[in-house]
């Protein structure tokens, strides 16, 4: 009797907590539904591309940057990147017009979705690299460090992964003396 009495109590406390749940994201959609229609009437420009961004970003709801006019086309380009990386799709980074704001998108959408291909997909090499090295510290993994083209970023990639994991054996990758005994000071 102890036992269906408990299991009782855990079904009705689970359905209380989904129903809660349920509730809060509704009424978090309509509020958010609510600013979008505030973000209307808005008359500064600066403040009504910030206002749609934000409720775009927090509806995952592109369609609220299209509201941003093609003449604001640098604000309209982050509100997708603001979207892209809350929803974690990089096929929204494709449709930025700006290149260094789609490399930004890119940059940010991968760290958010923890997804190291997409480095590769950066023209300028100094994201490329940045982005690899990115990768290389926060997973504590020199293989990315492989991946940087620019010998000096390499090199520095390289202690920061070591000084990270505490591991004076990845300073020996490095040829640069001065940064090969910065590396082994920064690691002991």
């Known amino acids: 009797m102890n036992r269906k009495y408990t299991v009782f109590l855990i079904l009705v406390t689970l359905i209380l907590v989904n129903s809660c749940t349920n509730n809060f994201n509704k ?25 749609y961004t934000e409720v775009a970003s927090s509806l995952e709801d592109l369609s609220i940057c ?8 640098s604000e309209k380009d982050q509100c997708y990147t603001q979207v892209a990386w809350r929803k974690k799709d990089l096929s929204i980074c494709d449709d930025i017009k700006e290149q260094y704001e789609k490399e930004r ?9 923890q997804d190291s291909s997409i480095c590769n997909k950066f023209q300028n090499l100094q994201f490329r690299d940045n982005c690899f090295s990115t990768f290389a510290k926060e997973n504590q993994d ?9 010998i000096k970023n390499r090199e520095i990639c ?9 591991d004076i054996s ?17 690691t002991k």
């Open 27 to 51: 009424n978090t959609k309509s509020f958010q539904t609510d600013k979008l229609s505030k973000c209307e009437s808005i008359r500064d420009k600066e403040y009504k591309h910030e206002c």
């Open 158 to 166: 390289y202690i920061n992964v070591a000084v990270v994991k505490r």
């Open 66 to 73: 299209n509201k941003i006019s093609i003449e604001d086309q």
């Open 142 to 150: 020199v293989t990315f460090c492989d991946k940087v083209e620019n």
């Open 105 to 113: 998108c890119y940059i940010l959408t991968a760290a958010k979705k």
């Open 170 to 186: 990845i300073c020996s990758k490095i040829q640069d003396l001065d940064i090969k005994s910065q590396c082994e000071i920064s």
